[in-house]
């Protein structure tokens, strides 16, 4: 038996009878305007909490003092494009992606993961499964690129559930139902991420999500909706370059490690003296929001494509040119990992087996891939209150050795991180201020001998 579905896309409706006619439409009404069945785009409730990292004002947040160099790497004359609009050819593809919102009540379907020693096998405290409409199965349009989950397409296929009225949203990516063709398959995905929407929740270091920055995208994305309203999008937006370096706070997860390329979870911000007034209403919010909120690298693609949802009213012949017209040198890059506080920072520093916490304070964590492609999680070990070491393949086998030092007081006035390692596999250590959620990450590319580390890393006291 199918679910009920609203949908605020175009669709095909049963012809109801005379005598049944006016109060066919009478429900549909109150459907549609209480969403009381499943629905494929419309309003959504509050996309996490307004101190969380896709809702706060970094208009006036530091630069970062790689920013001209993180540009250029991008390339300063490119221009954006919008990753998102109505519908492509040939039916059912269509261009950005699919959000749907499910009550409560909405049947969970079991769905196993590619990656599942990284993903989220349900919400948390609830049972396992994901509210995933039946009509996904068999009918296009549910899933990012359009075609029905059991039909074997290739593409990202992320799909993006609310259940809003447990303030639950679930993601997934590389999702297909298996065996293709079959109406009775089951739901398969590459990873999964379920995220409280009344939370600031970020992934464990080293954690992907549907993202590959291990993000939520929903809260990211353009909606029609937003763009053509009459307030401000309150949100910063998602977007994707050619290859990642690494990664730093808000993201947890790294997808790459070209020398010299911006770190997943960087922060564009078009510039405040950027003049927008001369677009239309609709590209000038959005616009607006560039400067206020910024744009949050989320995943490796096309250079400065910015994601949004698929709607057919969406007009691509006002958004193509527009959105070309800026160009990476209208931007600036916020300090990597920076956050004013909240949003997942103030966070309790906690040891456990791959995490070290120094001096109380300083959350301290490592990732390796070695030369077969293998990736896992360093084993953490305290040595003194400031500083600890990790081994990655046996107790014996000590890898990296990572120091935290006061400097307040002094000139430098920083708490100062220091790192060496007896490696030259492919490293990253990331650092964790869980006072103010301020997060560094270090490097150190496969096949290089570990250099020092020596940075001045954080703010006293």
């Not at 790497?73 to 039916?91: A, E, N, R, V």
Request: aromatic share 10%.
């Amino acid at each position: 038996m199918k679910t009920k579905t609203t949908d605020l896309m175009p669709t095909l409706l049963p012809q109801p009878g005379r005598a049944g006619l006016f109060l066919c439409l009478l429900l549909a009404a109150g459907t549609a305007a209480g969403q009381t069945g499943v629905v494929r785009g419309g309003p959504l409730p509050q996309m996490f909490p307004a101190d969380n990292w896709w809702n706060v004002d970094v208009s006036q947040a530091p630069l970062d003092p790689q920013s001209a160099a993180f540009l250029s790497f991008i390339g300063t004359s490119k221009g954006l494009h919008p990753d998102f609009g109505g519908d492509s050819d040939p039916f059912p593809e269509i261009y950005g992606m699919v959000y749907v919102t499910v009550p409560g009540s909405q049947p969970l379907e079991p769905v196993a993961f590619d990656y599942a020693d990284e993903s989220d096998t349900g919400a948390p405290g609830r049972p396992a499964g994901y509210p995933i409409p039946v009509q996904a199965k068999t009918e296009p349009k549910w899933l990012e690129g359009g075609y029905p989950g059991n039909a074997g397409a290739d593409g990202d296929k992320h799909l993006l559930i609310v259940d809003r009225d447990n303030k639950l949203l679930f993601e997934t990516w590389n999702t297909r139902c298996e065996p293709e063709g079959s109406p009775s398959c089951t739901w398969r995905a590459g990873s999964g991420a379920v995220f409280r929407l009344d939370a600031n929740d970020r992934r464990p270091d080293g954690w992907t999500s549907a993202d590959a920055a291990g993000l939520a995208i929903l809260p990211g994305l353009i909606r029609y909706d937003e763009a053509n309203g009459t307030e401000p999008i309150r949100h910063a937006l998602r977007f994707t370059v050619r290859a990642t370096n690494g990664y730093v706070f808000p993201a947890s997860h790294r997808a790459g490690s070209t020398t010299g390329a911006p770190p997943l979870g960087t922060r564009l911000r078009l510039k405040a003296s950027k003049d927008v007034s001369g677009y239309p209403d609709s590209v000038r919010r959005v616009f607006q929001a560039m400067k206020t909120y910024g744009l949050i690298l989320a995943d490796n693609g096309s250079d400065m494509y910015v994601q949004g949802t698929y709607d057919t009213r969406w007009d691509n012949e006002v958004l193509n040119p527009a959105f070309a017209s800026l160009k990476v040198s209208d931007f600036e890059v916020v300090q990597l990992g920076w956050n004013p506080g909240g949003g997942g920072g103030g966070d309790t520093c906690t040891p456990d087996a791959t995490s070290l916490c120094l001096v109380s304070r300083f959350r301290v964590s490592a990732r390796y891939r070695d030369y077969a492609g293998g990736e896992g999680a360093g084993q953490a070990v305290a040595l003194t209150s400031d500083t600890g070491y990790f081994w990655f393949f046996s107790a014996a086998n000590v890898e990296a050795v990572v120091k935290v030092v006061s400097f307040c007081g002094s000139g430098v006035d920083r708490w100062g991180v220091y790192a060496n390692g007896l490696t030259d596999l492919d490293v990253t250590l990331t650092v964790t201020d869980t006072k103010d959620g301020t997060t560094r990450t270090y490097t150190n590319p496969l096949g290089q001998e570990f250099r020092l580390i020596r940075d001045p890393a954080f703010a006293c006291p």
